[in-house]
């Protein structure tokens, strides 16, 4: 039976049932935390509705560990297509039947005079002692608004919308930013014989495999991916980080930029201009080639060392060397004259918060916050990148962040149970207490 919300109070109400908004959950659950949990779609809507065809995740299956369902399946060092991961999405569901509410947005949260919050939901209204918003970091598509000067006959959409080659209309394709969806989607149109325009940001690479091993596996036994964020001097700018792009299609392999150039895909440098059909491009692919190619050697560097310090035997193996060089970088293109009829913007998601009346970010908007524990006492954010590790948004860490924050939450509860009973103070007061 789905859990009751207008006029209901809850101990903790959880924002967001993805990946993050389930781990807590469980978590919440196996301490005896009474909770509800919102979901604005159908579990599993990001993967379901943002994702293309051919998705498939970029770390190997043996890094989804969920809380109590880690993978299960039997390729542990494949890559999940879409559809196994919201089938182990909606595995997960069904395994600990989580007091869950689909089809439910949050429209607004606020904090009463009285302490507890106050959320305003197309499912009625309800209060809580403590809220959990593990909604994720992208909201709303970025675009540009240099997009606005493309001709109106020219076709645009975001990343997000992309599903497959088939869906564009006939012609050249301009895909703009390589970060992971970037690259992947110029890879996925590239393989279907598309003519692809890539214009190439500053997003660095990292090899798939290595001396071995899948560097995944490399980098989480040097311990990498459970290192906080409070071990690194400018903690600010490792959560801006963009990840490096690699792909596990088709059982995992390099995304090599150079290598599609060299098999007839056009590479440009950051796109810096659009007068209708004419486009203009800084001089910077080289620098950006060069730069991603440093970091995936460095990556292999810092694993050699890794080899020799343990005394580890592996296989040795030939550095990269580049495939391509760009003979002379190409600053414009002309649309027309290249045929390209569709843009595809790899730009990013903007956070929206808005629905969040209440003072815990910073002048960027981002949650001020100590491993998801806001400067509002009660509020927490789950499934932040960056949030405590590399991991953190990610399937291998964040049920990690999500015991820490369930522990958390029971604490304060317990404290506000305590307060509440010594000083006859509601308890949406004593529950916003800090916990040491």
């Known amino acids: 039976m789905s859990p ?50 051919s998705f498939c995740l970029v770390t190997p299956n043996w890094q989804c560990k969920l809380p109590g369902f880690s993978y299960r399946g039997p390729d542990p060092d494949g890559f999940m297509v879409r559809n196994e991961i919201i089938q182990y999405l909606k595995d997960y569901v069904s395994f600990f039947l989580p007091p869950l509410v689909e089809g439910v947005t949050v429209t607004t949260l606020r904090r009463a005079t009285s302490g507890v ?16 918003v593990a909604t994720g970091p992208y909201h709303s598509p970025s675009i540009p608004r240099m997009a606005e000067r493309l001709p109106a006959d020219v076709e645009q959409i975001h990343s997000s919308r992309y599903r497959s080659p088939g869906q564009l209309p006939e012609g050249g394709v301009l895909v703009v930013g390589t970060g992971q969806s970037g690259c992947q989607i110029a ?43 409070d071990e690194f001097d400018d903690a600010a700018a490792v959560r801006m980080r963009v990840n490096h792009y690699v792909t596990g299609r088709d059982g995992g392999r ?66 990269y060397v580049p495939v391509w060089e760009p003979e002379e970088q190409t600053s414009e293109l002309d649309l027309v004259e290249a045929g390209v009829s569709s843009v595809i913007w790899s730009t990013g998601f903007a956070r929206d918060h808005r629905w969040i009346e209440i003072p815990a970010f910073d002048g960027r908007g981002y949650p001020m916050h100590w491993r998801g524990a806001t400067s509002c006492p009660g509020l927490y954010f789950l499934g932040l990148p960056w949030q405590h590790s590399w991991g953190s948004g990610r399937f291998e860490a964040v049920g990690r962040d999500a015991q820490f924050l369930a522990s958390h939450i029971d604490a304060s509860l317990r404290l506000a149970d305590v307060c509440g009973t010594l000083t006859g103070a509601p308890a949406g007061l004593t529950s916003a207490l800090p916990v040491g």
């Open 4 to 53: 009751r919300l207008a006029g209901a109070h809850y101990p903790v109400a959880v924002v967001g049932g993805g990946q993050a908004g389930l781990s807590v959950s469980y978590c919440l659950r196996e301490r005896g935390v009474e909770h509800v949990l919102i979901e604005a779609g159908r579990v599993g809507h990001e993967w379901r509705e943002r994702r293309w065809d």
């Open 117 to 132: 919050f106050e959320l305003s939901t197309t499912g009625g209204d309800l209060t809580a002692d403590q809220v959990v």
């Open 187 to 229: 890879e996925d149109l590239h393989l279907a014989g598309r003519q692809v325009h890539l214009a190439v940001g500053s997003a660095p690479r990292v090899a798939r495999f290595y001396r071995g091993r899948d560097c995944v596996a490399w980098l989480d036994a040097m311990g990498h991916y459970a290192k906080g964020i």
């Open 254 to 319: 390099d995304i090599d930029l150079r290598a599609f150039a060299r098999h007839g895909m056009r590479l440009y440098g950051r796109l810096t201009g659009i007068e209708g059909a004419a486009l203009e491009f800084a001089d910077d692919l080289k620098v950006n080639l060069d730069r991603a190619d440093a970091v995936a050697e460095g990556i292999k560097d810092a694993i050699d060392a890794y080899i020799a310090a343990h005394g580890i035997k592996a296989p040795d193996e030939a550095r």
